[in-house]
């Protein structure tokens, strides 16, 4: 019996490996093979034909075997994913012309590679904790949190450089900034209206910081860290802080938090 269970585990990591290699591969070589850049929508289609596809091959990848929560797990994933090859689409804009440019971004798709088949092995890890405890849950929910730092700056950078007018890009990172704390508090066991609670508090940290720094005239690559420097230390502030009946504990230190955020934002600008 347990070597039978031996064996459907090493399927699941070859299934998953193969899932991040395909990944991998295809971003590298469909963007390479391209003559000329793609329009903006057409990013977001391929990157939603990656959300579909992923989604797909991990139902298959964990043999169907699922709860309903597993469903969370896996579009954790899918988002993963759909970061990366936005981020891949836009930060590699134009085609290349010059042979160092595809190797630079040969380098980044390997660590697509590894980053993508270590989220799988998340999925797969979360998804068995489901059925049965293990130690090894611990890890994937440590690998939830890098995987969720990850995203919010993929997607951050994403929207900055897809030129949005600010009617869609507010709603939008809005959006993004509520899904991804939600979706890793809830791998951490939050549950309930404190779930919503730390998860709106984390995303209006994250905005706001946000919007100190976004008019500054950085480039998108130093402003899209901003929101994640303000994610790590909500994280950490809020996964240990009690939320309850509607109130925070210690809201002193949330407001103390988003002073030293603005004040900081407000002086980098000044200098700037």
Known sequence: MRRDESNVDNEKRGKLL???????????VYKV?????????????????????VFIGLLWSLNFQVKKK???????????????????????????????????????????????????LMVNT?????FKPIPLVQ???????LSSIFMLYFFTFSFLASGFPVYLLFPLLLLVYFVIPLLHYMNIEIEGAELFRKSIITGLIMLIS?????????SHEIISLVPVV???????TVTHEKISSGLVKHI?????????????????????
């Open 210 to 218: 946000l919007v100190g720094i976004m008019f500054s005239g950085n």
């Open 18 to 28: 193969l899932l991040a290699g395909i990944v991998a591969l295809s971003i590298f």
């Open 33 to 53: 093979s391209l003559k000329e850049s793609l329009p903006i929508w057409r990013v977001y289609v391929d990157a939603g034909i990656y959300f579909v596809g």
């Open 252 to 272: 002193g230190l949330y407001i103390l938090m988003l002073i030293l955020i603005i004040s900081a934002i407000f002086i980098v600008n000044i200098k700037g």
């Open 139 to 145: 890890v994937g929910r440590t690998i939830s949190y």
């Open 126 to 130: 979360l998804n068995v904790n489901l």
């Open 70 to 120: 597993s469903i969370l797990f896996i579009t954790q994933a899918a988002l993963f994913v759909v970061s990366e090859s936005l981020f891949v689409d836009l930060f590699f804009f134009q085609k290349f012309n010059r042979i160092y440019e595809a190797f630079i971004l040969l380098l980044l798709v390997i660590a697509v590679f590894f980053a993508t088949y270590f989220v799988f």
């Open 230 to 236: 303000g994610y790590y230390f909500s994280v950490n």
